[in-house]
C-alpha cells in the first residue's frame, strides 16, 4: 500500500535545466517551484518524476525520467553500468572538458563573481587516478556477500559494484580478490544496529609511484585466525600489499597484521612516506601541477618565512622548500601527532634542512605565540612576521574555525594561500580574513576530482 501510495503521489512534469549547482545537481522550475535534478547538462528539456509537495530545505528533487532535448555539446555515454545507482560520479555522463567547464561556473558563482579564475589546472587522467578507497561488506536479501559503497542518501545500504572505474586497475584487482575469500569464509557482513556478523569495511591505498598498496580492515575482533589467513592468500597473490592492518568495529585501536604500516609516494623531486591513516591527496597524477602552481606563488611572493599550517605529512611544505632553497624557513604545524613525526621524517629523507614540523591543535587558541617564540633557522634567529611572511591553509572541508582565522589574523601574514576542497567553507574563511584587511588576488580550479561533484581550490590572499 505504501509503495502504491509512493507511485501514485509521482507526477510527471517537463522540466528545463538552467544550470548545474554545487552538489552536482541541475536546477529547474516548475509552477514556481524549485527541483533539483541528477545525471543532466545544463539547457537540457528533460521529462521528470516529481513529488510537488515534498520538499527539503525549500528544494523539492526530481527524478530523471527522459532527455528530450540533449547538450549534445557536453553529453556522452558513461563508462560505469552503476553510475545512476551509485551517486559517487555525479558528472560522468558529461565531457571532461565540460566538467572543468561547469565547476569553473560554480566556484565563479560561489563566490559571487567578485574575482577572474586564473586558468584551471586540469588533470592529466580522468579515469583510474583515486589512490584510496573504503568499500562497505553488506549481504543482500539470499545472505550473498555484497562489497562496495552506500547508494547515495542510503547509508544502510550496499551497492554492490561489478566496476568502478576510478579505481587503479591493482585496487580493483584486490577488492575482487577480497569479495571472493571474504564470501568463502562463513563470517558474515558486520551489522551495525544489530551488532551482529564480522566484516564491516576495508581501505585499499595505494601509490602510483611505487605500485604499492595497503589494507586497513574494519571488522568485530582483529584477532579473528580467518582474518590472518585470508590476509596472508591476498599478500602471496598480490606482492605490492605491503602492509594489512585491521581495526575493530565499531570503535578501537589499529592493530597492524602483517608487513608495514606506511607507503612510499614520489610527488616531483621529493619522496613522501605517510601512514595507513594519514591524509593525502587522492589523485597524484595531478598532484605536481598542483604543487607547482602553489610553488610558483610563494617564489613570486618571496617570503622569508613560509608557514604551511594543516600540514599533513609535510607534503607542500617540503615540495616548495626543496624547490626554493633560498627560503630561510618553512613551518609546518599539524593537529595530528604522527602526520607531524612523518613530515620530518620526509624533511629528513629529502635532505631537507630548512623544514621544521609543529605538534599543535589548530582549532584553538593560542598556537600562534608558540609558533612565534618555539620557531628558528638557527638558535639566535626567530622567524620574522609581517611583510616577509607567508601562510598557506589546508584545512578539512569542514574548513577553518572562528579561532584559527583569529590566530592567522594574529600573525599577520602579508601573504595568505587558502587551498580547500570545500568551496563553500572557503569562502565563508576568505570573508573574515577580507574584514581583517586582505584582498583576493587570484583564485583558481584544481581538477583534483573528475567524474565527480567535488572540487579543489587555490585562492591568494594579500594585505
Known sequence: MRLRNLLEELQQAQLKI????????????????????????????????IRPGKKRKGVRWAKLDKVIEANIAQRINPKCSHVLECGGCSYQHLSHNAQIEIKEKILTEIFQNEISLSPSIKSPVEFNYRNKCEFTFGEDKNGKMQLGLHPAGKFFEVLDLNECHLLPELTWNILCKIKELVSASELGAFKDLKDIGFWATITVRYSSSHDHALLIWKVKDPHEPKLMEISEKLMQEFPQIKGVMARPTPRGELVKLLGIDTLLQSVGEIDLVYGAENFFQVNTHVLPLFMNQVTEMVREINPDTLYDLFAGVGAIGLYIAKAIPSLKLVIGAESDELACKMADFNAELNSIENYKSNFLNLYKGKWSSFLKSNNSANEAAQPAFGAKTCIIVDPPRAGLTPKTIQEIITLNPADLIYVSCNPTTQKRDIDDFKKAGYKMQSLQLVDMFPQTMHLEAISHLCK
Not at 516548475?30 to 528539456?45: I, Q, R
Open 18 to 49: 538552467e544550470k548545474l549547482v554545487y552538489g552536482g545537481h541541475g536546477i529547474a522550475h516548475h509552477e514556481n517551484k524549485t527541483y533539483f535534478v541528477s545525471d543532466v547538462a545544463e539547457g537540457e528539456l528533460i521529462d521528470a518524476l
